[in-house]
């Protein structure tokens, strides 16, 4: 299908002319990533920007970096360019994990993680793993960066911490202090381009520490902090996972929509919850499935 809706193109050469464009359109201009997102939206008339801001010339927001115990995702990092990096999969296997479930390998080539966390929709891959690791969003405007930690970022159903004139400079991600294993479980309808009806994410550290998190199950991703609360401090067992699993309900609020039904999704969540905690826990310790297998 065409694009109808007339616009204009720009394609800055600085971070600071593309901050310039966003100022001077301001609520009529949309920054333009990989447009897997963007570009959709506009062909379906949900999107009719004034201004579209190509930033994929700008270099600096390529780098993809492990310095001083982070990882800096540049904001055109794609997902394919994090699947194929060593350090990615060595040292933030669940960001890993995560990226290897999105889409397919054509969206993946063009589809960027700071694309994916600024479209905000509630089945959004990244956000489970960015949440668990504890992620920091970094953003420019014409007053300079601003620091906006993940926990502060999602606001809604396409809704963000994002104010008129910023783009997405990068995204740091601390490496945890501990050993630590993770597991993401994404339940599709099928395998390949189908965003999640439910997204499980568990970061297990050494120590019997937890962290929980689920996409797809509300209007934004978050993290389970009272199954977090339950777990932590104690070793895993199935009698855990049972107490874990009845906590759900009070987690999650999942609706009924064209990919799922809400008892479906309530039910698959705990079923989820229950493979990624004994993957996560076997990995730390050695054991567990491959990263990538799929569990569900
Ligand atoms: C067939 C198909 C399958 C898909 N499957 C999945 C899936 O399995 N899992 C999943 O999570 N998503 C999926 N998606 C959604 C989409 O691919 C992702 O959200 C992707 O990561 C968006 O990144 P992008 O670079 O293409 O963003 P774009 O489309 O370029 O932009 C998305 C939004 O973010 C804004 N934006 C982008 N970059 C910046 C920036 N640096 N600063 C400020 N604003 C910015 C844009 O203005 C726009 O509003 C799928 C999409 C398609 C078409």
């Known amino acids: 299908m065409a694009i109808v809706h007339e616009f204009n193109y720009f394609k800055p050469s600085s971070i600071d002319e593309a901050i310039e464009l966003l100022n001077e359109y301001g609520a009529k201009a949309r920054v333009l990533s990989g447009g897997t997102d963007l570009v959709v939206r506009i062909k379906d008339g949900f999107e009719t920007p004034d201004a579209v801001i190509d930033i994929k010339g700008l270099e600096e927001l390529k780098t993809l970096e492990f310095k001083d115990n982070k990882l800096i995702v540049g904001s055109l990092v794609t997902f394919n360019e994090l699947i194929d990096n060593e350090t990615v999969k060595e040292k933030f296997p669940l960001l890993w994990e995560s990226a290897k479930t999105v889409a397919s390998m054509g969206i993946r080539n063009r589809a960027t993680m700071a694309g994916n966390i600024c479209s905000a929709v509630p089945s959004l891959d990244s956000g489970p793993a960015l949440l668990l690791y504890e992620a920091t969003v970094v953003v420019k405007g014409k007053d300079g960066e601003?620091?906006?930690?993940?926990?502060?970022?999602?606001?809604?159903?396409?809704?963000?911490?994002?104010?008129?004139?910023?783009?997405?400079?990068?995204?740091?991600?601390?490496?945890?202090?501990?050993?630590?294993?993770?597991?993401?479980?994404?339940?599709?309808?099928?395998?390949?381009?189908?965003?999640?009806?439910?997204?499980?994410?568990?970061?297990?550290?050494?120590?019997?520490?937890?962290?929980?998190?689920?996409?797809?199950?509300?209007?934004?991703?978050?993290?389970?902090?009272?199954?977090?609360?339950?777990?932590?401090?104690?070793?895993?067992?199935d009698s855990l996972i049972e107490e874990a699993k009845k906590l759900v309900e009070e987690e999650i609020s999942p609706i009924t929509d064209i990919r799922a039904t809400k008892e479906y999704r309530m039910h698959m969540a705990k079923v989820m919850l229950d493979r990624a905690l004994k993957a996560a826990v076997g990995r730390l310790n050695g054991k567990g499935p491959d990263y990538g297998t799929r569990l569900i």
């Open 146 to 237: 601003r620091r906006i930690p993940i926990e502060e970022w999602f606001l809604g159903p396409r809704k963000t911490a994002l104010k008129e004139g910023e783009l997405v400079e990068y995204i740091e991600i601390p490496l945890p202090q501990k050993k630590h294993a993770g597991c993401y479980v994404k339940l599709g309808r099928y395998n390949g381009e189908d965003l999640a009806q439910v997204g499980v994410g568990v970061l297990a550290l050494s120590g019997n520490e937890y962290r929980v998190a689920f996409c797809a199950v509300g209007p934004k991703p978050t993290r389970a902090k009272k199954i977090e609360s339950l777990l932590n401090g104690k070793e895993l067992s």
